[in-house]
């Protein structure tokens, strides 16, 4: 039976996973809702590179609700609470790379599970941080330990050609000028370290679910940045980058439990690979590594093969999960779900669809 899926929004992962559903005749297209006046009413096909399909991209929320598609995945720049509610209480069952991994925690939780069960829908997120390096992976590894003290995950990502040039400036602060003053971990975090907080305590909550503990907060306990050795304009986003401005960032994100540490979380972010000593300096190296210590001590690296002739692959990582999970997400009950709750996701073999 085909899946008739929705995606919101056109950003980088957003395309790529329109070029995935289109190529998979599991799959069929629906609608697609964009941000821009001058993507409204637009061919899809010509918005993301692909052959013209018939299919009008609309900023009408509501026209997309009457659809009677099945799933929606959400790639917006930001998490909309009220918007998911919408396709929910339609019966449309939501798959979201941007907010809702742990809803316990966030207010919106109740009414997105009024909304989840009026419509007999469901709700889960993923990606890959929030997602694969800050929850799922270290919660699988911890299935092959006991006695654990401490989870420990980090994430080196290598992303010059990352097709967005606001979620890499304005996300991630590339291009921006260095801070003068040291990382300060008892000062105010801005807005962008609170928006990261906000998605990796999610992670951090679910982490300690599996763990058998309560999370009792996440700190910010260190932020770093390297410097572009040259002046440089990244493509495909034009995103410029001066010399001497942020060509690397790293944070690092602790979680306590009982007043004791029990996960931390490094998350660095580079578009060079000269930025110097403790930095990611080769393309080839893994891109993720999670420590479980405990009896045994686990130490699990992966990494993505980086090809020059395809879309960019962490883009195409998190539209791979989307694509995936969302039969998992159509053949769920009602109500919010997490990673903890639905089986693990799994692809398909080239040729066999």
């Known amino acids: 039976m ?14 790529e996973l329109i070029r995935q559903l289109l190529r998979n005749p599991a799959y069929e297209l629906v ?12 061919d899809v096909g010509e918005i993301v590179g692909a052959a013209p399909t018939g299919i009008a991209a609309t900023r009408d929320v509501g026209a997309l609700t009457t ?8 790639h917006g720049l930001k998490w909309e609470p009220a918007v998911i509610a919408r396709f929910l209480r339609a019966g449309i069952s939501v798959y979201s790379g941007i907010g809702g ?5 966030q207010p919106e939780h109740r009414m997105l599970q009024e909304a989840a069960e009026q419509g007999s829908a469901a709700l889960v997120a993923g990606g890959n941080i929030p997602g694969l390096i800050s929850d799922v992976l270290p919660l699988f590894c911890s299935g092959y330990s006991s006695n654990i003290r401490m989870v420990r995950a980090m994430q080196r990502n ?5 097709p967005s040039a606001i979620q890499m400036g304005q996300y991630l602060g590339i291009g921006q000028p260095i801070p003068e003053a040291p990382f300060d971990p008892s000062a105010v975090p801005s807005e962008i370290d609170r928006l990261w907080m906000w998605g990796i305590a999610q992670s951090a909550a679910l982490v300690a679910q599996g763990l058998g503990v309560t999370m009792d907060e996440l700190r910010l306990t260190n932020k770093e940045f390297g410097a572009s050795q040259a002046d440089m304009v990244l493509q495909p986003s034009g995103l410029a980058v001066a ?12 979680a306590f439990s009982g007043g ?7 998350n660095e972010q580079t578009t060079r690979l000269d930025i110097g000593s403790g930095w990611r300096d080769s393309e080839h190296a893994s891109n993720w590594r999670v420590v479980i210590e405990g009896s045994p001590t686990i130490q699990c690296e992966l990494g993505l093969v980086a090809n020059p002739d395809e879309p960019d692959h962490v883009a195409a990582l998190n ?7 969302l039969p998992r997400i159509a053949a769920a009950a009602p109500g919010w779900r997490s990673v903890l709750d639905l089986p693990a996701p799994v692809g398909t073999l080239a040729g066999s669809h």
């Open 2 to 15: 085909t899946l008739r899926v929705i995606v919101c929004y056109t950003g980088g992962v957003g395309r």
């Open 67 to 74: 659809l009677g598609a099945d799933v929606m995945s959400w």
């Open 243 to 254: 010399k001497d401005t942020v060509a690397g960032v790293r944070w690092t994100f602790t």
């Open 31 to 42: 609608g697609v809702l964009v941000h821009s006046e001058d993507k409204d009413g637009q």
């Open 260 to 266: 004791k540490p029990f996960y931390e979380l490094v």
């Open 319 to 325: 539209a791979a999960r989307a694509l995936n999970f």
């Open 101 to 105: 991994w742990y809803l316990p925690s």
């Open 158 to 162: 290598y992303i010059p050609h990352y």
